[in-house]
């Protein structure tokens, strides 16, 4: 018997989760065409001509995360959605005049994942007690670090690159077990017990070119961004253990491989963005990307005894767009909101004996958000709330391509994950520092 095992997976196939800066994170990321926020060493390095010399700093960003299937046994049973905290920095950066040439530098959690959901289930009859219980985490973050210029071509025209270091760890892990236990004597009628690990670092690096026509009242931006390329670091593990015992089986059988180094392709990314000043107090902002598809390819080979296995991944395209708008109050106090999707790039396949590939438990996304920006003298304050929920699982019958999921007959329908965020960010100028 072949022990059936899962792949590694290395990335965020949700591209658009997180948002950085006062203006990017209050208008969603719709800020491909430029702003007067640091942060656009990430979004578009042509505008950091906008940008001031001054300092961004969000020292923890609370968000609340569930994530799980109400009624995995079946329509007539609830089974308790995992909920999860955090306060992990998203942001710091700061922008300062170097003779002739603006420099920006960044630092942001590009992706931070935690999906987890376990589920139990007890029945008795007589003196049999019929345990099921099923576990599945995915989790890992992209930590990027950046430094970005802008050069000024024409009157109205500015190309920008920004130069960033990309720090990933995920993981990856589930478990399916049964057990029929005659509590008379406290021995196992039957059992099944399968789990999978695996995990992987990378370090490597990715570089944004920015175009950005700017004028008074309309903006246009555009962004390439290339794949990641030339690691420094790529490592990981996996283990694996299936366990079958009952009246026909005593099998068992375990895999570990803890010296692999698989190459994880990422997409180039085309980002187009427009905004508009409606008037001397309001702004339009819009923006669009696109990520390529990357075809199944061979990562690595996992190697246990003499056992071999090809891991094989590969991904969709997909388009993003999104939408913000920004009305200022008063000198000291901005409105602004948006709302963006978030489409998920990875598909779900089948697997081979010889051929791995995970089976991810996700759906497509949107994201609506609203903030305040609040002015005192030269510092800024961001106050707001970032909504993030599932709004379609396209072929979520292909949950069912889990491995072993089989043996449990769940319901997998009505998949829910959401992510509520607290927006905080404070800005103030460099020679403010001097004085605090």
Do not use: C
Request: proline share 3%.
């Amino acid at each position: 018997m072949v022990l059936p095992i899962k792949s590694i997976k290395a990335q965020n196939f949700l591209y658009n989760t997180e948002q950085f800066g006062i203006r990017g994170s209050m208008l969603g990321g719709a800020i491909a065409a430029g702003a007067d926020d640091e942060s656009m060493t990430f979004y578009n390095p042509a505008g950091i001509h906008k940008v001031p010399s001054q300092v961004s700093i969000s020292l923890f960003q609370p968000v609340i995360r569930s994530f799980g299937f109400n009624s995995f046994w079946g329509a007539r049973e609830s089974s308790e959605i995992n909920t999860n905290y955090g306060l992990k920095p998203s942001l710091i950066s700061f922008k300062f005049n170097l003779k002739n040439i603006e420099l920006a530098f960044i630092k942001i959690s590009k992706s931070e994942l935690t999906d987890f959901f376990n589920a139990k289930r007890e029945t008795t009859n007589s003196n049999l007690l019929n345990t099921q219980y099923f576990e599945y985490e995915y989790k890992g973050e992209d930590d990027w670090f950046g430094v970005g210029t802008s050069f000024k071509l024409t009157s109205n025209i500015y190309l920008g690159i920004s130069q960033f270091l990309s720090i990933s760890n995920f993981e990856y892990r589930n478990k399916v077990f049964l057990e029929e236990l005659n509590t008379a004597n406290n021995t196992s009628n039957s059992y099944f017990n399968s789990e999978q690990t695996s995990s992987y670092d990378n370090t490597g690096f990715i570089t944004k070119i920015g175009f950005l026509y700017d004028t008074n009242k309309h903006d246009f931006g555009f962004t390439i961004t290339t794949p990641k390329y030339l690691r420094i670091l790529k490592d990981g593990y996996y283990t694996g253990e299936l366990t079958r015992i009952d009246s026909d089986h005593s099998l068992g059988r375990q895999i570990v491989d803890n010296d692999i180094s698989p190459e994880i392709r990422t997409p180039w990314e085309f980002s187009i963005g427009y905004s508009f000043l409606v008037n001397k107090n309001s702004k339009l902002w819009l923006s669009t990307s696109y990520h390529t598809g990357i075809s199944d390819y061979k990562v690595a080979n996992i190697k246990s005894g003499n056992s071999a296995f090809s891991w094989v991944n590969g991904n969709k395209s997909v388009i993003n767009f999104g939408v913000g708008y920004s009305h200022q109050i008063s000198p000291t106090l901005e409105l602004s909101g948006g709302f963006r999707t978030n489409n998920l790039a990875y598909e779900n396949k089948k697997v081979s004996l010889t051929k791995l590939r995970n089976t991810i438990l996700d759906g497509n996304q949107i994201h609506f958000v609203i903030g305040t920006k609040f002015k005192f003298k030269r510092h800024d304050v961001l106050l707001g709330l970032d909504w993030g929920t599932i709004y379609d699982t396209p072929n979520k019958t292909s949950f069912e391509y889990l491995q072993d999921i089989a043996e449990l007959s769940p319901n997998l329908n009505g998949l829910t994950k959401q992510n509520i965020t607290i927006l905080l960010t404070y800005r103030f100028i460099i020679d403010e520092l001097i004085k605090l």
